[in-house]
Nanobody, 121 residues
Framework: QVQLVESGGGLVQAGGSLTLSCAATGNIFKINAMNWYRQAPGMQRELVASITSDDTTYILDSVKGRFTISRANAKNTVYLQMNSLKPEDTAVYHC???????????????WGRGTQVTVSS
């Protein structure tokens, strides 16, 4: 059974840094894109960063220059380095992956449970 498990969230003061990790485990044949979404209370979920299997990246405009996404393919892991954090970055951050499970014919979307990031002013 495929699972995505996030870690690294927490409480940090404005200007601080956190690194989120997301490990995909299970019977995985191949992973295409790995993504980080976030959802703040009362807000819609938004795509924060994405990285494809060939390391093409996307970063949300409001976090450009502060957040960096990377992946370790051998470990099926994606990271989100977050620097110069602001209170408006407070949200639950979810990992998402488009992957092909071994024995399956189709790629499917998988989600982690999320990790809370709280930035105090």
């Amino acid at each position: 059974q495929v699972q995505l498990v996030e870690s690294g969230g927490g409480l940090v003061q404005a200007g601080g840094s956190l690194t989120l990790s997301c490990a995909a485990t299970g019977n995985i044949f191949k992973i295409n894109a790995m993504n980080w979404y976030r959802q703040a209370p009362g807000m819609q979920r938004e795509l924060v960063a994405s990285i494809t299997s060939d390391d093409t990246t996307y970063i949300l405009d409001s976090v450009k220059g502060r957040f960096t996404i990377s992946r370790a393919n051998a470990k099926n892991t994606v990271y989100l380095q977050m620097n110069s954090l602001k209170p408006e970055d407070t949200a639950v951050y979810h990992c998402n992956a488009d992957l092909l499970e071994s024995g399956s014919y189709y790629y499917a979307d998988y989600w982690g449970r999320g990790t809370q990031v709280t930035v105090s002013s």
